[in-house]
């Protein structure tokens, strides 16, 4: 681990200020640290992916108790620190990019990596993370419903996000992210920080979040692409009552014409509003509706 001085060090070699428009904020609380990478009890048999490593401070850590780490970042100078970091260490891969392909796809990269050392390592993959706030919703997303999944999440976000994670109906932060996760596992926030503990200071406070997906109910959505457009169609249109969000349906949506049919068989009321059904509602209908 890193502490304040080492990181600015680091950062001054290469001539680099931490990056605003990147939303660079260096965990720089050591006792934090340690709370967080002890949370998910990695073992030698687990891959790892960190996105944002920054410097390394982290993922030292991370690399000394893992199978094997996979660290993801966007920042190429910061990249070239992190090649110099841990030359010679075969505990690692560095990939130089974006995590993302696009909002609704990861990076392709990373799933080649992943999948490879899923060949070699018989444990858990998890997502251990400082992460970037203004992709933190779209990589959770990915990593719940997407085509690369994660066994377990551990990041460190904006307290908003932390709170839209563990959102229940008729909650203001209540959303898609609450429902995905809800849909698919279990959320809670472990531990909330101040702005203080980071440099430079964010102008928000953060928590520590931990997600464990649940494969029984994962195994419950029978469709996982449909599910999505359902949730997406009227949480599109969350002020509108259901029966008027099925008018704004696309894809495989826009050929259904029995909705009305669908929330009566599953005794949903029409007049109700997105924001008023669990996670379980809309698995339910996108199961009815994969069938037509």
């Known amino acids: 681990m890193q502490t304040k001085t080492e990181i600015q060090q680091l950062l001054a070699i290469g001539g680099l200020r931490p990056n605003k428009k990147l939303g660079q904020h260096f965990l720089v609380d050591l006792n934090l640290m340690r709370l967080f990478v002890n949370r998910p009890n990695i073992t030698k048999d687990d891959i790892v992916l960190e996105v944002g490593p920054g410097t390394g401070s982290m993922t030292s850590q ?20 992190l090649k110099k970091v841990f030359a010679g260490k075969d505990s690692i891969t560095i990939i130089d990019g974006d995590i993302l392909k696009n909002q609704n796809a990861l990076n392709e990269q990373l799933i080649e990596t992943v999948h490879a050392f899923r060949q070699k390592f018989s444990g858990r993959f998890l997502l251990v993370s400082n992460l970037p706030y203004d992709i933190s919703s779209s990589l959770i997303i990915n990593l719940i419903i997407g085509s690369l999944t994660a066994d377990e999440m551990y990041v460190t976000v904006q307290k908003e996000i932390a709170e839209k994670m563990i959102a229940k109906p008729g909650d203001d932060l209540y959303g898609t992210l609450s429902i995905f996760i809800a849909a698919a596992g279990r959320a809670e926030i472990f531990h909330k920080l101040g702005k203080t503990v980071f440099w430079p200071e964010p102008q928000v406070d953060s928590a520590m979040v931990q997600f464990i997906r649940d494969p029984a109910k994962v195994a419950e959505i029978k469709d996982m692409r449909i599910f999505k457009e359902v949730v997406s169609l009227f949480f599109q249109h969350r002020r509108k009552m259901l029966k008027a969000c099925t008018k704004f349906a696309t894809g495989h949506l826009e050929g259904i014409t029995d909705w009305m049919e669908i929330f009566e068989k599953l005794n949903i009321e029409i007049t109700k509003r997105p924001d008023e059904l669990f996670a379980s509602d809309f698995v339910r209908i996108a199961n009815l509706c994969t069938e037509k």
């Open 62 to 81: 991370l690399i000394e108790i893992a199978g094997h780490v996979i660290a993801v970042e966007y920042d190429r100078a910061l990249v070239q620190i």
